[in-house]
């Protein structure tokens, strides 16, 4: 089978690429940069020429300096590419990235998370990513093959800096071996992490699935881990004495403080999640923000961020 995969080089965009190589799929990247017309063309021109079976739009932005930035990248251009799919003589199977940030604030009772939760977002980025999911079911509706992978909090190669496993790594492997002071914000969050390659194969198994057409899917764990013994573990991985500081610009007490997913509808596609092996992510993590804060990796640009 032939896939066209948006924001290629993104954190998702990368993994569910390489997964797809590895499982025979005919792969056709397209980046993301540049200007809004410029990304709309790039993707028109790719599904002319390529005319995949499968289109997975993962480009996007989790977080930019004007709210208008996101809707673009979350919203606008996904229009974009629905209506030239909506002009193929044969329009392919179109997977959607969502997010675990559509559904908001979501109150103790209704834990673990099921797509049938009502969607009350409070960020721009959640409200973007939801709006995209309304366009993506009145498009199913109207007839087109549309699947929303709403994506709980990958981790793992790659993970940009801004989010917070990620933010931890860096803080910590930036510091000199005598230590220094990690910034965090709600040590008591406990949140549904998946291995970013793990969620790559997740996504790559809706496209064969025929049952998930039309549906928006949880892609999670199913349980949440609390953050305070991960930092500790990255601490002690290092061996330097760190001071860990609550730092308020990094706390939102509206935030519930445990939240994860529903893996029923997942399962009923016969999917079945790996929990994530932090033994495993932790060290690969701390080392690619050292080398990363050496000089030794180039920065990338991350398309895709969940």
């Not at 005319?51 to 606008?76: I, T």
């Not at 029923?264 to 050292?290: M, W």
């Amino acid at each position: 089978m032939r896939a066209l995969v948006s924001g290629a080089t993104g954190f998702i965009g990368s993994h569910l690429t390489e997964h797809l190589a590895a499982q025979d799929w005919d792969v056709v990247p397209v980046t993301s940069g540049g200007a809004l017309a410029a990304r709309a063309g790039r993707l028109a021109a790719a599904l002319d020429s390529a005319a995949p079976a499968v289109v997975f739009h993962m480009a996007g932005l989790s977080r930019a300096e004007h709210p208008a930035a996101l809707y673009e990248a979350d919203l606008v251009l996904t229009a974009h590419l629905l209506k030239a799919v909506s002009r193929q003589k044969r329009p392919p199977l179109v997977i959607l990235a969502g997010s675990a940030a559509e559904y908001g604030n979501v109150a103790p009772d209704y834990v673990p998370v099921r797509e049938t939760e009502p969607c009350r977002p409070v960020t721009d980025y959640g409200i973007a990513k939801y709006a995209q999911t309304l366009m993506a079911e009145a498009r199913a509706a109207a007839g087109m093959p549309v699947v929303v992978a709403r994506m709980w909090n990958p981790v793992g190669p790659g993970m940009p800096r801004h989010l917070a496993l990620a933010s931890f790594a860096a803080q910590i492997a930036a510091m000199p071996s005598e230590g220094g002071t990690l910034r965090v914000g709600n040590l008591y969050a406990e949140r549904d992490f998946l291995d970013v390659r793990e969620v790559a194969r997740l996504v790559a198994g809706l496209a064969i699935r025929p049952d998930a057409v039309g549906q928006v899917v949880n892609i999670c764990a199913g349980r949440a881990w609390p953050l305070r013994p991960l930092i500790d573990d990255m601490i002690r991985l290092t061996g330097k004495p760190v001071s860990i500081v609550v730092d308020p610009c990094r706390v939102r007490p509206e935030d519930p403080v445990v939240l994860y997913g529903h893996t029923g509808r997942l399962a009923s596609l016969g999917l079945v999640p790996a929990l994530p092996n932090f033994d495993e992510i932790l060290p690969q993590l701390l080392r690619q923000k050292r080398d990363r804060a050496r000089g030794l990796v180039p920065a990338r640009t991350f398309d895709q961020l969940t």
